[in-house]
C-alpha cells in the first residue's frame, strides 16, 4: 500500500494529501488563493462548510489515512472575471491515473463540477448529478462546491441539504466506522 504523502513542486509546494490507505479520496477543483498561499488544502471558507457537509472535524478531515485530497489542478490558476479561473485541462490527466485508482472500496468525493465533468460519463448538469446521485456507482458521491460563492445554487436547492447531504452523511459515518 502507498502511505505516502507527495508534494508536486509547481513555483510554490503546493500540497497534495494523499495515502493508499484513505476510506475517503476527495477530487476538487484547484485551491483558492488562500489555500495556495498556506500550502493547505480546503484552507478556506470552502473548506469550512466541506468539513461541516462531511461531518468532519479538522483533524479527521487532514489525516491522510481518513482522506486523500487530490484536487483537479495543484495550483492556484488565476483570477477570472467571475472568480477562479478553471484547473488547467493537462494536470488530471497527467496525475490522476496514478493517484485515483478506480477502487470501488473507497468513497469518492466528486466536489464540484470539474470534478464530476471529469469522472462522471454524462452531459447533466451539476444539479441532475446531485439530485440524481444514486444512479452513479456507489462509490461516487457528487456534491456541490461548497464555496460562498454557491450560496444563491443552495438557496434554489435546499434539497441538498435537507435532503441528500442527510443520506450522503449517512454513507460516510458507515464507511468511517467500517474496519
Same mark, same amino acid.
Given at each position: ?7 508536486? $513542486? #509547481?513555483? &510554490?509546494?503546493?500540497?497534495l494529501? *494523499? #495515502? ?5 479520496i ?8 488562500? &489555500? *495556495?498561499q ?15 457537509? @462531511? ?10 489515512n ?8 495543484? /495550483? ?7 472568480g ?6 493537462? /494536470?488530471?490527466? $497527467?496525475? *490522476?491515473? =496514478?493517484l485515483?485508482q478506480?477502487?470501488?472500496? $473507497? ?7 470539474? &470534478?464530476?465533468?471529469?469522472? @462522471? ?14 444512479e ?6 457528487? =456534491? ?9 445554487? @443552495? ?9 441528500i ?7 460516510l459515518?458507515a464507511?468511517?466506522? &467500517?474496519?
Amino acid at each position: 500500500m502507498n502511505t505516502s504523502i507527495f508534494i508536486i $513542486k #509547481s513555483g &510554490a509546494e503546493d500540497r497534495l494529501q *494523499h #495515502s493508499g490507505n484513505a476510506k475517503f479520496i476527495l477530487i476538487g477543483q484547484a485551491p483558492g488563493i488562500k &489555500a *495556495h498561499q498556506s500550502n493547505k488544502p480546503w484552507n478556506d471558507a470552502s473548506g469550512e462548510r466541506l468539513r461541516l457537509w @462531511l461531518d468532519m472535524t479538522e483533524h479527521t478531515f487532514y489525516d491522510k489515512n481518513t482522506l486523500s485530497i487530490v484536487p483537479m489542478e495543484f /495550483c492556484y490558476p488565476g483570477k477570472g472575471k467571475s472568480g477562479d479561473l478553471p484547473p488547467r485541462p493537462e /494536470c488530471a490527466p $497527467k496525475w *490522476h491515473s =496514478l493517484l485515483v485508482q478506480q477502487d470501488t472500496s $473507497k468513497v469518492i468525493l466528486l466536489v464540484g463540477k470539474y &470534478a464530476q465533468d471529469y469522472y @462522471l460519463a454524462d452531459r447533466r448538469t451539476l444539479t441532475e448529478r446531485i439530485k440524481n446521485w444514486r444512479e452513479y456507482p456507489v462509490h461516487f458521491l457528487p =456534491l456541490p462546491h461548497p464555496s460562498p460563492r454557491n450560496n444563491i445554487w @443552495l438557496k434554489r436547492n435546499p434539497w441538498f441539504e435537507n435532503d441528500i447531504l442527510p443520506q450522503m452523511q449517512k454513507i460516510l459515518k458507515a464507511k468511517m466506522q &467500517a474496519n
